[in-house]
DNA sequence: CCTTACGCTTTCTATTGGAAAGCTAGTTTT
DNA sequence: AAAACTAGCTTTCCAATAGAAAGCGTAAGG
């Protein structure tokens, strides 16, 4: 392993960290850790997506190799989408800055409005 | 604390997540955590930001309380940007992202590879 | 004087994000 | 038997944004 660093403009890990350093990435990967979820699942889950905005994100973490995508010839077809091993050590990782969100939205909130208030 | 979940179109975690699930703003929180820095050092640090996208994510960051702004009527005028105890909590959690891209950016690189080459 | 430095802001354009509609194919509702 | 809904997308379109480039004010250095 070379030496790598996402501070050096054409790092290939720059790429990269600007593939998961995304909310929709971050949202997608975490739902997938819990078991495999179908297109339209997904979707109703992760609220505000649309369909054209998952799929993209869906392809490029396939492609990355973070989940994988299996079609199953029912009527209508069925295709779930699973995370996989190296996607589950970052989904692992990723969670937890969703749940520092979720635990400190209130003083970040308080901040804003002080922010806001100072500005005024 | 109510029931915040990001999952949720208008939960303000959402938003949140919106500002720290960022390029951007996680090269610059983890650079911050080294210690206080200067904006066009952090610039230089920081390769391939713009001046204009740098400003605009340390605003955010400062309204969001994770950074703060501190001013020196030096000439010509020095600007200091260091991150807050928050901020501190956060950058530790984003680092193992980054981290991770690091470490894993080769298996990714594979991945991608075979991606391309089955689609081709 | 002309360049450099600091810390931005402004202007401009190319790219992107996201809403909405379309599509193929089958199944349930009225 | 026609309409509407399901699944899993793709395509179209417009508005918002990202980022490159230039400007700005002040002052020190060559």
């Known amino acids: 392993m ?65 989940i994988s995508r299996a079609v199953f010839a029912t009527v209508p077809v069925t295709v779930e989408y699973s995370i996989t091993p190296l996607g589950a050590t970052l989904a692992d990782k990723i969670s937890t800055v969703t749940r520092w969100a979720e635990q400190n939205i209130e003083a970040v909130l308080t901040s804003q409005q002080e922010y806001d208030a100072r500005g005024a």
């Open 2 to 66: 070379r030496n790598y660093d996402v501070y050096s403009e054409n790092c290939p890990t720059r790429l990269l960290l600007d593939h998961i350093a995304d909310k929709w990435a971050s949202l997608i990967l975490w739902k997938l850790s819990e078991g495999p979820i179908r297109f339209n699942e997904l979707r109703r889950k992760v609220e505000g997506i649309s369909t054209k905005v998952l799929s993209q994100a869906l392809k490029g973490l396939e492609r990355d190799g973070l």
